[in-house]
T-cell receptor
């Protein structure tokens, strides 16, 4: 299957700092990328959907000024958690798909811990 | 409205067969996906059904009935490594994925 690479896999940061997470599609062009967060023992929660070259669409309740998403190319999307707080500690996962009706492939996920 | 439902947890024995059901309601449908997720890891793709019927892929098979809004994932010859959460998701008319909460499958020796 297609490969989606997400970095870093783990990050610990101090409260008030910002963290950038990268998501790359390695062998296909990702027209759409999705960002999820997942709390322990809970299901995926979609945060936002981004299409290359346009602004991300955020789900209700997700602060777009706090979770900055940039999808500047067909192979790269970034999520920046700004002014992180301990409650932002979670597992963040990106997924990417090449076409509308194709399967989405997931990155490895990023375990963010804010101390 | 849209909704999707799957059992929270199932238990099965190593070497046996287990069927994980998923029911959904939606006005627009563009296929149903099954993913496997081990604890602490991201989901991995298992199957995609857009037409009615059974799709077999090794030990895993997935079935879809669009008229009934029903799918199942069948796992044969269960192995301990199959212990994981299994997520079903359908794609709606806007090509957005709507996710179930996942079924935690526990395999016992």
């Amino acid at each position: 299957g297609a490969v989606v690479s997400q970095h870093p896999s783990r990050v610990i940061c101090k409260s008030g700092t910002s963290v950038k997470i990268e998501c790359r599609s390695l062998d296909f062009q990702a027209t759409t990328m999705f960002w999820y967060r997942q709390f322990p023992k809970q299901s995926l929660m979609l945060m936002a959907t981004s299409n290359e070259g346009s602004k991300a669409t955020y789900e209700q309740g997700v602060e777009k000024d706090k979770f900055l998403i940039n999808h500047a190319s067909l192979t790269l999307s970034t999520l920046t958690v700004t002014s992180a707080h301990p409650e932002d500690s979670s597992f963040y996962i990106c997924s990417a798909r090449g076409g509308l009706d194709t399967e989405a492939f997931f990155g490895q996920g990023t375990r963010l811990t804010v101390v | 409205g849209q909704n999707i439902d799957q059992p929270t947890e199932m238990t099965a024995t190593e070497g046996a067969i287990v069927q994980i059901n998923c029911t959904y309601q939606t006005s627009g449908f563009n296929g149903l996906f099954w993913y496997q997720q081990h604890a602490g890891e991201a989901p991995t793709f298992l199957s995609y059904n857009v037409l009615d019927g059974l799709e077999e892929k090794g030990r895993f098979s997935s079935f879809l009935s669009r008229s009934k809004g029903y799918s199942y994932l069948l796992l044969k010859e269960l192995q301990m490594k199959d212990s994981a959460s299994y997520l079903c998701a359908f794609m709606d008319s806007n090509y957005q994925l709507i996710w179930g909460a996942g079924t935690k499958l526990i395999i016992k020796p």
